[in-house]
RNA sequence: GGAAGCGUGGCCGAGUGGUUGAAGGCGCACGACUCGAAAUCGUGUAUGCAGAAAUGUAUCGGAGGUUCGAAUCCUCUCGCUUCCGCCA
């Protein structure tokens, strides 16, 4: 949600924001909206001073009330109950429209209406070659009988699978692997420092294991509740099943204090995510790419308006740090207008070469919330100077488990159905050189 | 599933109708003492909204009600805790 005294200032911005991102808000019934709210209130006061100036009268007086001051009273109440009621018909409307408008994007994110405008601002490695005909995961996981897809059907239905095996190995790998990583605290300087992001702290990661489940408020307050036919409702409670970490874990220090010494705070949670995958019917049905559910690293952190972007930029370099760890082909998208979410201002995908279909797909994602979601979570930071400001949240993939296993099964595959483990997980998988 | 209890400031914890935005403590800040620190003592220390400010107003889980007046009484609701049962 954004600050109404904002909207109120910059309004060409904010219609920028709507615009830009494909939304309607109608933003002049918006501010009329307020200004009948501040009139309102203004008005109840007025009236609760006098109220309350009757009563003080009242209570100086002692135990004998006087009639006429009782009357007096009556007749504010009456009153005061009347204005309450105006502004009582016009709140939800406008709290309504209020929460309807985006975050405005930041400067530098590329205008466009369709995730064709995407940029790409990168490209990092050579697809991967071979000197074969290189499969698909799914074709060379079913020969190793990784992936069980049928029974999965047969049990659960479309978009699940058993993983079993050697990827389940490779999973654990890949877990231990970036937990050990980014809660080591010479890793992050090293990844701070040759990114470039000077100034930034070396603090490193609190790993997290968060509960999968989080209640219609705290969703919502996070604004990643809509679509809700993209989610999961549990039956008969006001609990949804999360569809990403940063879902828990950036709703966990709701209506929290932080005191600005404590700051960057940074979370790595791992967690299985649940997605309907609404309006995806078709798309992506071979193998492990989409699914109904599947295990994620997720990072996110809170901080102060001055250092946030340069969070976000290093979340982003953790991304393209992990890659280059794995050695895979990829390529960074700036993410347009329309593509980044309604709270984000700026938002970076990172697409990694797959060469069983021949193409980059997305296996991360890095969002910049500014103040946007902790406005509704209220989430604060007490600065050094006693001021109470709203904090930052930053949230991007360490990696998404199954889609950089696709990755890995792809580019690192041999011609005898085997895959080559990456230098880095070796030490996880007994120092074996291939799976 | 059964029963009981509890939701008050950054934290703990008083407060059952009238200067209570709220005692006391902890924490924190500043000051005194000290070569310095600890300890001790003193002072200060909630947030939102409106306002340049003075100030006003609201807020004691949430919503509604009673009353001239509600943290305090009533109703509903949400959350949490404990005990018993059941299960891992």
Redesign the pocket.
Known sequence: MLDI?FIRTHKADVEYAIKSKAYKVDLDELLRLSDER?SL??QI?QL??S?????AE??RLGGK?DPKL?ET??K??AELSKLEDKL?KIEPAYINLLKSVPNVPEKDVPYGLSEDENEVAEIIGEPTKFDFTPKNHYELASIRDWIDKERAAKVTGARFAYIKGDLVKLQMAIINFVINSLTDQSVIKNIIDSYKLDGLSDKPFTPVLPPLMLRTEMYDAMDRLEPREDRYKIEGE?LWLQGSAEHVLGSMHAGE?FEEANLPIRYLGYATSFRQEAGTYGKDMEGIIRMHQFDKLEMESFSTKETSRKEHEFFVAIQRWLLEQLELPYRVIRKCTFDIGKPDARGIDMEVWLPGQNKYRETHTADYMTDYQSRRLNTRVRRNSGE?ELVHTNDATAFALGRIMVAIIENYQTADNKVKIPTVLKPYLNNKEEL
Do not use: F, M
């Open positions: 005294n501040k209130t203004q006061e609760q001073q109220r309350n100036a009757n009563s009242i209570k009330p009782i009273g009556k504010i109440k009582a006001e204090i109470l």
